[in-house]
Each structure stands twice: as C-alpha cells, then as structure tokens.
C-alpha cells in the first residue's frame, strides 16, 4: 500500500446497520443506472446502424468485438485505482489519495496514446481475422480506425470513474455518462445520415458520434476531478511526474480483475459455434437471450462496485467487520433485486423474447433460455458481489480463478449437454444453472476465509 509521509489518519464511529445500507445503496443506484444508459445507447445504436443494411450492421459488430476486448484489458487501470484510492480515502489519507488521483489521470494519458499508437495500423489485421466479406470489412476497418482514436479519452473516463467510485461519488459518473450518451445519439444520427447540412458517414458516422461524446464526457470527468470531490482532488502541483510504483500497484489488483473480464468474454464468444450447430433460430434466438442477461446483470455490476469501493474504505480504515457487514448488506440487496427479475423472467419470457423477434419457433426457444437465466439469477447475485468485495480487499486474483474456471467449465459441459444428451438452447444455459450454486459457494468460502484472517497490511 502506498503511503504519504507526515499525514495524519482520521477514525470514525463505527456506523449503523442503516447508515451502512444507505451508503450501498446509494453507491450502487447510480451505477445500476449508469450501466442501463450504457446498454440503452448499444441499443440506439445499433438501431440507427441497422437502418443502413446488413452489411452495414456486420461491420460494425466485428470492430466493436475488438473494442470490447480492448477496453476489458484497460479496465485493469480503473479497478487498481479505485481500489487503492478507496483504502486511502477509507483511512483518512486524503493526500495519499490526492496522488493517486494525479497518478490515475496522467498514465490515462501515457498508456492510452500508445494504444491508439499501435492499434491504429493494425486495424486492417484485426479485422481481418473475422474472415468477412470484402465490403463487410471495409465497415469494420473504417469504423474501428475511427473508434480507436477515442481509446486515450475512453482510458481517462474509466480511470477517473474508478477514483470517484473509489471516494464514494457514484452519481458524477453516471450524469455525466447521461449527458455523453445523449450527445453519442444526436450526433451518430447527424453523421449517419447526414442532417443540418452535413456530409452522410454511413456507418462510421456511429463512430464519429463516439469520438465526439467521449471527448465531451472526458473533459467533464477531468473537470470535476480537478476541482475535487470529497477532498480528494486531481489539481495543484505535485504529483505529475509518472511514479513507476504506483502503475505496477494499480496493474497488480487492476490486471487479474482485466483478466477475468477478458475471459468471460472469450467465453461468451465461445458459446456462439456452439450454439450455431443447432441452427439459425436457436442462434438468433442466443442473442436475445444475451440481450435479457445483459439487464439482469445490471443490479449485481452496481451491487458489485458499491461493495468494491465500501469494502475497500472500510480496509483503509482497519475495519474488517465493518466491511464484512458491508459485503453482507450489498449481497442480500443484489438477491432481491435480481431474485425480483428472475421472477419476472419466468412469467414474461415470451413476451421480453418477442421485443426483438416474433417469430413463434424463435420465441419458443428463446423463452426456454430466458427462463433457465432466470433461475440462475440469486447464484450469480452473490458472485457479483462478493466477488466485489474481494476486490475492495485488494484481491481480485480469487475472482479471476474462481469465475474464469467456472465459465470455461460451463462452456465445457454446455457442449457435453448440446452434443450428447438436449440438443436445444435451454440446453446451454441450463450449464449455467448447474455450476452457478457451486461457484457462489466458493465465493463465499473464499470471502469468509479472506475476511476473518485479514490483518493490517495484507491487503
């Protein structure tokens, strides 16, 4: 752990069972609605791309693939930081945290320009790995091109949010993601098309529509952080000469966390030839059902990062069971929520399938799939959240074990289970019904474990 010479540390009361719920609860709401923006946005926007043909659509999903993998590895940054800057800011270290907020904004800088650096040639390979058509890549080429330069402000945003999750302000994020996603719709629509005036982009007109909206939320983020929130602040002198340390701090925790995102996604991705040797409709029907889970992981990702950056204040103030009654409060409220949507699942399944689709095999399929989500909802409620918790304690490497095993063991018997015995899309899911109780249970020996055996200095 980091620390500033000469700084005083300050203790508080210890809290009560109110007064620790309604600071999970208000840490998670902004980021459960931040993170529903974020998926109402992918939705606008593949609409508006939809619009211009197929090829159009194809194009764009290959360059978004690359983008999310890419902004999977550079989250690594924003989980070191805001882990780190939660355990200052939770130990009174105001200083300390100041640093790490200067720190965070300059390598946002030092390692997003290389990236657009080197991605920018390497466009034309990465697309064409996807094995596309000739016109279909030339859309991905020129939209990825594009996308990328948007990596260094898209670098900065995710680290700047991680230091204001990291002092507990949630809800400057999630504002200024609204206001960058409405600037995102307006101008995509703009350029797509070409309205007031302007030339019509096509397809990469979506991109530009990115570059603009990122640059406007960058510029905001970076201005609440310089003035400062909660004592903690980026401006002033010192501080902006890059500390090697403090990188490989934030790589240590941030990376196995990046790891783990990259994994899962891999997984995802894996599922999709598998899932395709059942045909065309049990496919689209896949992606309905991705669509669904989509939305009902958002309260366990709010839960989750509200359990990071309390858990993680509750350490840095020397109170294991402070943060083991915050992991606990953060838990039973994620089984509500996404226990509430489960049911509802279950009793809406053909009619949230039929929202994308109304043909009648596909919406059978796809509402056998949802259902089977649905019943995984509470096991995947407490791995998000002590998975989050875990992190705050600055371990994320348990969570990248345990869920990285667990979804590459659910691809496994999701073969096993399509090729050998339920040849339907249930059938997939359904591997993920059986395995989730197992991985909570390992996540709560694992947060019980690591909780009543931390001692300062272990995190």
């Known amino acids: 752990m980091l620390s500033i010479e000469n700084e005083e540390t300050t203790t508080h009361p210890a809290p009560s069972h109110a007064q620790l719920e309604r600071r999970v609860l ?3 709401w902004p980021v459960i609605g931040e993170n529903l923006l974020q998926t109402m946005l992918g939705v606008v926007d593949t609409i508006l791309v939809a619009s211009l043909g197929a090829v159009a659509l194809a194009g764009v999903g290959a360059a978004l693939q690359v983008i999310y993998v890419t902004t999977g590895a550079l989250s690594a940054l924003s989980v070191g930081v805001a882990v780190l ?3 200052a800011y939770g130990g009174g270290r105001l200083k300390e945290a100041s640093f790490l907020a200067h720190q965070g904004l300059l390598w946002s800088v030092l390692i997003g320009l290389p990236v657009t650096a080197i991605g920018l040639p390497l466009t034309p390979m990465l697309i064409g790995l996807f094995g596309l058509a000739p016109d279909v890549s030339q859309v991905g080429i020129d939209y990825l091109a594009v996308t990328m330069s948007t990596i260094t402000t898209l670098t900065m945003m995710f680290l700047i949010g991680g230091v204001l999750r990291g002092v507990g302000d949630t809800r400057t994020p999630m504002i200024i993601t609204a206001f960058a996603n409405v600037i995102n719709v307006i101008a995509s629509a703009v350029l797509i098309f070409g309205w007031l005036g302007l030339p019509a982009l096509g397809a990469v007109g979506s991109a530009w529509g990115s570059v603009i909206a990122r640059f406007a939320g960058a510029i905001l983020l970076v201005g609440v952080l310089w003035r400062g929130r909660n004592g903690v602040r980026a401006g002033g002198r010192g501080g902006w000469w890059p500390r090697m340390h403090v990188l490989r701090n934030m790589l240590r925790i941030g990376m196995p966390a990046a790891l783990e995102e990259m994994l ?4 995802i991705a894996t599922l999709t030839p598998v899932v395709a040797t059942l045909g065309t409709v049990p496919l689209a029907a896949h992606r309905v059902a991705i669509n669904v889970l989509s939305l009902s992981f958002l309260p366990g990702i709010g839960f989750g990062l509200a359990a990071t950056a309390l858990v993680g204040q509750a350490i840095g103030a020397q109170s294991p069971a402070e943060a083991h009654r915050i992991a606990h409060i953060a838990m039973r409220w994620a089984l509500i929520w996404m226990g509430g949507l489960g049911v509802l699942f279950i009793i809406f399944a053909e009619g949230l399938v039929r929202l994308f689709n109304s043909d009648p095999q596909l ?3 796809g509402a056998a799939a949802v259902r089977v989500v649905a019943l995984t909802q509470p096991a995947w409620a407490i791995t998000f ?8 304690l600055g371990d994320t490497l348990s969570p990248l074990v345990i869920s990285g095993s ?5 691809v496994g018997l999701a073969l096993v289970i399509v090729l050998w015995w339920l040849p339907a899309l249930w059938g997939i899911w359904l591997a993920f019904l059986i395995i989730g109780p197992f991985e909570a249970l390992v996540f709560w020996r694992q947060w019980q474990q690591r909780i009543t055996s931390w001692r300062p200095g272990s995190s």
Do not use: E, F, P, S
């Open 264 to 267: 899962i996604i891999g997984a």
């Open 406 to 410: 667990a979804i590459w063991i659910c």
């Open 85 to 87: 800057v939660a355990q």
């Open 363 to 365: 919406v059978a399929a």
């Open 26 to 28: 208000r840490l998670a």
């Open 385 to 392: 959240t002590l998975g989050g918790a875990l992190r705050g």
